[in-house]
Every structure is written in C-alpha cells, then in structure tokens.
C-alpha cells in the first residue's frame, strides 16, 4: 500500500509560479514512475507530466513543456512540479499518481493517486 499526498497548491497571478510536491509513505519502490496530472471542473482528468522511476527521463504534455518541470528526490519519496509562467488555463485541481510501470500518460496505468491539491490562477 502507497499513500500519496500533495501540497503547494494556492492562488496566483498569471505568470506567477508555484511548485507542487508529492510526498509518499507505505511501501514504496524506487522504480515507481510517478504521474502529475490535473482536472478542471466539467473536463476530463488531463496528463501533465511524467517522470521515471530511474528520474532519467521524464515528459510533458504540450501545455506544459518549457513551462513546468518535473523532477523527484528519490531519497525523501518527493516528487515535485515546478510550475512557471502560470496561466488562468491551468487552474486546476493538481493529482500526482505512482505505478510500477515505465511510464505512462494514461491515468489507468497508475496504481496510487494522492487527493488532489488545488492550484488558482487569476488573470
């Protein structure tokens, strides 16, 4: 069993940046991938980013790339997304994800999700 929980999350001006973090606890595995993803309300959960358990490759969606960064420090189960230029579009509720997998941006190949943190953007 994997716990997942966020943090970070708040309200921000456009262009503003924030930077989320996924801590775990439970029985956890180095080799996990973990996933960031988001949901506004009405809309379907989204893929943000991605990174490998290895923390050697990671990806983004287009609307992250150059924008947000995904990074994790293996030695504190934390995972983290930096989030820059920040847009009134990217208000969202923010999910951070893990699975025993290579690396997926689909949100059914991971096993564990944390509850969410909310991310505001205002314009």
């Known amino acids: 069993q994997v716990q997942l929980v966020e943090s970070g999350g708040g309200l921000v001006q456009a262009g503003g940046s924030l930077r989320l973090s996924c801590r775990a606890s439970g029985t956890t595995s180095e080799w996990y991938s973990v996933g960031w993803f988001r949901q506004a309300p009405g809309k379907e959960r989204e893929f943000v980013a991605t990174?490998?358990?290895?923390?050697?490759?990671?990806y983004y969606s287009d609307s992250a790339m150059g924008r947000f960064t995904v990074s994790r420090a293996s030695a504190k189960n934390t995972a983290y997304l930096h989030m820059t230029g920040l847009r009134p579009e990217d208000t969202a509720v923010y999910y951070c994800?893990?699975?025993?997998?290579?690396?997926?941006?689909?949100?059914?190949?991971?096993?564990?999700w944390g509850p969410g943190t909310q991310v505001t953007v205002s314009s």
């Open positions: 990174i490998s358990g290895s923390g050697t490759s990671t």
């Open positions: 994800s893990a699975g025993n997998i290579i690396g997926s941006m689909n949100p059914i190949e991971y096993d564990y």
